[in-house]
């Protein structure tokens, strides 16, 4: 079974120097990584890659989840009490408490479906749980585990759930001890705090490369298996 290593920070590790740009009046996060930071990660992958024939993928996550029963059923629950209130406290016409439900009822909806405010809804373990699970697809999907040597890593970050991973290939697992991945993820950590999201990975990409290079050094007969590049999902 493939060992799993990861690392995860909390809501107080980004909440007072996240510089996301929110659109005004939705609240919308809005990833600020430009095509110029794309290429400044893409060659640090390619740089460290040139020292290894183990390979290195990024994936940033907008929000993990996409779900919006929770926002439907709160918007809901309130506009359903909301007629109780209004025939105990006030002589309104059924007609009128009706069409006030409705319009609280999506009112409400559509500020909860934004993702910050969805995603603070769940409770955390959710949210780890679901952030868990699109790294793991995005392991799946990127090709990650097909590599020769099974020797690729996966450094994900979803901004919505304030959820960060390092996912490393059974043949890396079986070489790299946990704590040696350490230092890269408290690199990527102390960036992201203050908003530097290109700079907290390819921090975090050099200091894998190195330990990559020291138990996957490259072969000449190395080929590069897989795109150098950051998917921004």
Avoid at 194 to 218: E, M, N, Q, S, W
Wanted: positive net charge; hydrophobic residues 50%; contains cysteine.
């Amino acid at each position: 079974q493939r060992r799993l290593f990861e690392w995860r920070f909390g809501w107080r590790l980004f909440r007072r120097r996240w510089r996301l740009r929110r659109r005004r009046g939705f609240g919308e996060l809005v990833m600020s990584i430009s095509a110029q930071e794309r290429t400044r990660i893409a060659n640090a992958i390619r740089s460290a890659e040139a020292r290894t024939s183990g390979e290195i993928v990024c994936v940033l996550a907008r929000t993990s989840s996409d779900a919006t029963a929770l926002p439907v059923a709160v918007a809901a629950a309130i506009a359903l009490a909301l007629p109780w209130l209004l025939m105990a406290f006030s002589d309104m016409t059924v007609h009128r408490i009706l069409l006030l439900q409705v319009v609280v009822f999506f009112a409400l909806l559509v500020p909860l479906c934004l993702p910050r405010i969805r995603v603070a809804l769940m409770p955390r373990q959710t949210r780890r749980a679901i952030a868990h699970r699109v790294a793991m697809e995005q392991f799946s999907m990127r090709g990650i585990a097909r590599t020769k040597d099974r020797s690729g890593i996966l450094i994900f970050v979803s901004l919505a759930e304030r959820y960060a991973r390092i996912i490393a290939d059974d043949g890396i697992a079986a070489r790299v001890p946990q704590a040696e991945w350490q230092a890269a993820v408290d690199a990527l950590v102390a960036h992201m705090r203050d908003g530097r999201i290109a700079d907290g990975f390819v921090t975090a990409i050099d200091l894998c490369g190195d330990k990559l290079a020291t138990h996957f050094p490259r072969a000449r007969t190395n080929v590069d298996e897989l795109p150098d590049r950051i998917y921004v999902i």
